[in-house]
């Protein structure tokens, strides 16, 4: 095993409009599912045997390692176990879909191959993953089930989505330059180019893009350490462990497992500040850094498919493979209160939009399960209101239209809130 060294590292860190209350009444609590769906990722990580020998490396020097990594084509296999404390979703991923983007998008489609809809089935469980890349422009992702698959693949200017259960397909342009906070960076190095179009506006696409959001934190706030080696998917890989220094984050640590040779992340294991096994757990079983075939990413809906077609230009469909953990709130004002680990985002529902408390009784039985088991009431110097929560993302829904989310406390929350009073 190589020797641990260590360093230290920096940097400071739509609702419906009035009318649509039950699907305001949606839109928060699974919005907290979705914001860690998107801290998920669909970024790769699985299980290490045997621990290499490699050159001692210091974390600093790591770091730059992941940075300079101009990994632009791979694939391969992927296992995500996540577990954030959530109760089944079963029964609401439609209208969890309708709420969390707007009116006319992806998850308004109706489309069993929805693709909001159907990532959000990555915040629980267990899931087998096949993927491929060859740079921004050709992505492909697919889900496998028992005796089912469903692909969401990304070629040039068109996004596909094929759900092989129930024979339906999505098709929607592909987001243009500048979307979702990107900056229409070619390439790995691209992505390294483009660090402040990956934050609150977009989550993180590609491996690079997820190790270095979870890199983004002050000296003052966190320790970041070299963990030894490990075996990850076959290579030789390097151990980066990440901590908050911070109280009051409900991340423990994040240990990223770098590819020694090309630099890649290759796994991604995040264990909350609350103990027990990881809430999430991504990572590669198997990997090829060689350019896929182009027939990989060719998608022509079988005989007999039921497609249903993005209406506009504003109903594009996401990046693959991408999940946009803002959209339930892109119409609202947002700030940030706070910094690093402690960070807490302040959205605003528009037009002072009236949000129902979690006991007004108008939701159906199994929303409303649902949204028992994760609200908790809290009040302070802002009012009132209710925490929804998973063990790593809160959010905090004021009785007066203001939503604060982040991955921190309850108590932190309502901190937040008092001070934006």
């Not at 979703?89 to 109706?110: H, Y």
């Not at 302040?346 to 939701?363: C, F, I, K, R, Y």
């Amino acid at each position: 095993m190589a020797p641990n060294d260590s360093a230290q590292t920096t940097e400071e860190g739509r609702e419906p409009r009035a009318g649509r209350r039950m699907a305001t009444r949606y839109a928060v609590p699974v919005a907290v599912a979705g914001v860690a769906a998107a801290t998920i990722g669909l970024v790769p990580a699985l299980a290490a045997t045997g621990d290499p020998e490699l050159p001692k490396i210091s974390a600093q020097e790591l770091i730059e390692k992941i940075a300079a990594s101009d990994t632009e084509q791979f694939s391969g296999s992927v296992k995500i176990t996540t577990d954030l404390g959530l109760p089944s979703l079963g029964g609401l991923g439609g209208a969890a879909g309708s709420a969390l983007v707007p009116k006319g998008g992806a998850g308004a489609s109706g489309s069993t191959a929805d693709p909001n809809a159907k990532l959000m089935e990555l915040t629980t469980g267990t899931h087998t993953l096949r993927v491929a890349t060859d740079g921004p422009d050709k992505q492909k992702v697919s889900i496998q089930d028992d005796a089912a698959e469903y692909s969401l693949i990304h070629n040039g200017d068109e996004v596909w989505a094929y759900d092989s259960a129930s024979n339906e397909a999505y098709h929607a342009a592909s987001p243009k330059d500048g979307e979702h906070g990107q900056k229409g960076a070619k390439g790995a190095k691209g992505e390294h180019q483009r660090e402040e179009g990956a934050g609150a506006e977009g989550a993180p696409a590609t491996p690079q893009d997820f190790a270095k959001e979870a890199l983004k934190a002050s000296a003052d706030t966190t320790s970041v350490t070299v963990d030894g080696t490990a075996r990850i998917a076959g290579r030789d890989a390097y151990q980066l462990l990440v901590k908050p220094k911070q109280s009051g984050s409900t991340v423990g640590s994040i240990k990223i497992a770098v590819d020694a040779e090309t630099g890649t992340p290759l796994k991604f294991t995040l264990t909350p500040s609350s103990g027990g096994k990881a809430v999430i757990d991504i990572g590669f079983t198997k990997v090829d850094f060689a350019k896929p075939a182009a027939s990989t990413f060719d998608f022509t809906p079988p005989k007999g498919t039921k497609v249903t077609q993005a209406e506009d230009d504003k109903a594009q469909a996401p990046e693959v493979p991408k999940a946009d953990a803002g959209a339930f709130a892109e119409s609202g004002g947002q700030k940030v209160i706070g910094k690093g680990w402690n960070a807490v985002y302040e959205l605003t529902t528009p037009e002072g939009t009236d949000v129902p408390s979690a006991t007004s009784g108008d939701l159906p039985a199994e929303a409303q399960s649902f949204l028992d088991a994760l609200g908790d009431k809290a009040t302070g110097a802002f009012g009132s209101g209710t925490v929804y929560k998973t063990r790593l993302v809160n959010a905090l829904l004021t009785d007066d239209g203001k939503v604060y989310v982040g991955a921190v406390t309850k108590d932190v929350l309502v901190k937040a809130a008092n001070q934006a009073k």
